[in-house]
């Protein structure tokens, strides 16, 4: 088990923010993660198991210990006619686990590439992309519950997977420290175009009936073209999410604002945060070193040097102009530690 004291966390967070931890602890075996559980008392209040770092932001320092667990590993566990049980570790790479499954045949997660991050954090808030969420192939979750310090098993509807939300990220946080996911993939291909982009995309690149692999492909250029890249500049993807509200509430701003994209989910409808962000004349406008993305409204850039509280500073200004121009209150997508 390695461990820095007084360690930065500045190449840890995809933000690149600069914080400090007072202890910097890596896993990166099954001995280390047991060591880990015998060794340690989590403080959910001082402590952060922190996974690609791609969805979290750091307004202060952490005064307790930051966790990194990093134990990599992937396989094939059962295959029947129509499904193939795959299991990856919570320290594999989200898209290199997507590419890997494509190489292996297997079929249900392409629209999810180029998602950044690690797969033990996928169920923290069920990605989601391009018409295509996690809860669609989840099996289970194995974790630790860091309360009894015993291993657990979560089902699919035990993982309470809702839009961008879970049981490990809303009454459970802080609780479990996820070691492994396990998805139900297919060896038939049925391409998911739902989303529109997705579809126009692919006939833009003159192929009408797509490959797994090209549909990634597809995803990958949409990513490219829409989102900034983390690894040039700091940002979590969508800082908001998209705001659910009542039927009625959209109806009545859809007649105020023409223009204004609605989305049916069930019962109830969805916004654009995007939309309204752009709206309230926030695009590409910078408050010190944060600032809206040229490329796309709902993402918040760091432009450089920019500190985790002016980030969020820039995140509050943003949330009353929609508040005020709307009467929507927007909910960060990200983690905020502050
Ligand atoms: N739009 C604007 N201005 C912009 C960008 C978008 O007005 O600068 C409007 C357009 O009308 C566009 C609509 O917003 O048609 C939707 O935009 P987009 O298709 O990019 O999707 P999104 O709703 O903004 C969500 C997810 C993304 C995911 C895409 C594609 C959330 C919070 N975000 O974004 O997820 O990639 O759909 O499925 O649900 C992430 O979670 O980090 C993320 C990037």
Redesign the pocket.
């Known amino acids: 088990m390695k461990r820095i004291a007084d360690a930065s966390l500045k190449h840890l967070n995809s933000f690149s923010v600069e914080a400090r931890a007072r202890q910097l602890i890596e896993l990166t075996s099954e001995q280390d993660l047991q060591a880990f559980i015998s060794e340690h008392r989590f403080d959910a209040k001082r402590d952060v198991i922190l996974g690609g770092g791609s969805?979290i932001l750091f307004a202060r320092d952490i005064e307790g210990s930051v966790v990194l667990n990093r134990i990599t590993g992937k396989k094939i566990i059962e295959e029947s006619n129509n499904e193939t049980l795959v299991q990856a570790h919570a320290g594999e790479n989200w898209h290199k686990l997507v590419l890997w499954c494509l190489d292996q045949g297997l079929y249900g997660i392409e629209n999810l590439s180029l998602i950044p991050g690690l797969a033990g954090a996928a169920p923290m808030q069920n990605?989601?992309?391009?018409?295509v969420e996690l809860a669609d192939v989840l099996d289970s979750v194995q974790a630790v519950d860091l309360k009894s310090d015993q291993t657990c098993e979560f089902n699919l509807p035990e993982c309470q997977l809702g839009?961008?939300t879970s049981r490990f990220k809303s009454v459970d946080a802080g609780r479990y420290l996820i070691t492994g996911i396990r998805m139900r993939l297919h060896r038939t291909f049925t391409p998911n175009l739902a989303?529109k982009?997705l579809a126009e995309e692919l006939a833009s690149m003159d192929i009408d009936t797509p490959t797994a692999q090209q549909v990634s492909e597809a995803v990958i250029r949409i990513?490219q073209r829409?989102?900034p890249d983390p690894k040039a500049v700091g940002n979590?993807?969508?800082f908001?999410?998209?705001p659910v509200v009542s039927r009625e509430t959209a109806d009545a701003l859809a007649e105020k604002y023409e223009a204004m994209?609605v989305y049916q989910v069930e019962e109830e409808a969805k916004l654009?945060?995007?939309?309204m962000?752009?709206?309230c004349g926030w695009?590409g406008r910078s408050v010190g070193g944060a600032a809206v993305s040229e490329?796309?409204?709902?993402?918040l850039i760091n432009k450089g040097d920019a500190t985790g509280t002016e980030i969020l500073a820039l995140a509050e200004a943003i949330q009353s102009s929609v508040q005020n121009r709307f009467g929507i209150k927007l909910q960060p997508?990200p983690l905020i530690i502050r």
């Open positions: 969805n990605i989601g992309a391009y018409g839009y961008r989303y982009g990513r829409k989102l979590a993807g969508s908001f999410k998209n994209p654009s945060a995007a939309w962000i752009e709206e695009k490329q796309h409204a709902l993402v997508e």
